[in-house]
Nanobody, 122 residues
């Protein structure tokens, strides 16, 4: 499984960005997908996850109500819509895939993308 994240950039506080993660594999529709982030000097943090069907979503406490995860199985792509961004959201954002487990709350993923940088200015 190969993952390619994109959509990062510089945005002002209060603004929005949408990240995309394109995945390889003919069975993308069976993958559990997640987004994580890592800010400079901090540990990696769970952001959001979505079930294979898109019917179940799970969010980290710090982004709940502001970020929305979604997926388009026809395009082998998962998205992260980020609204009301603040400087604390500045981080490298990574997408992750799990073809094996359906436990949406499991923070362990076997496949990771390369990350895309999001910078929120105050």
């Amino acid at each position: 499984v190969q993952l390619q994240a994109s959509g990062g950039g510089l945005v002002q506080a209060g603004g929005s960005l949408r990240l995309s993660c394109a995945a390889s594999g003919r069975t993308f529709s069976s993958y559990r997908m997640g987004w994580f982030r890592q800010a400079p000097g901090k540990e990696r943090e769970f952001v959001a996850a979505v079930s294979w069907s898109g019917g179940t979503k799970y969010y980290g406490v710090s982004v709940k109500g502001r970020f929305t995860i979604s997926r388009d199985n026809a395009k082998n792509t998962v998205y992260l819509q980020m609204n009301s961004l603040n400087p604390e959201d500045t981080a490298v954002y990574y997408c992750a895939a799990d073809p094996y487990s359906s436990n949406i709350a499991d923070p362990s993923y076997p496949y990771w993308g390369q990350g895309t940088l999001v910078t929120v200015s105050s």
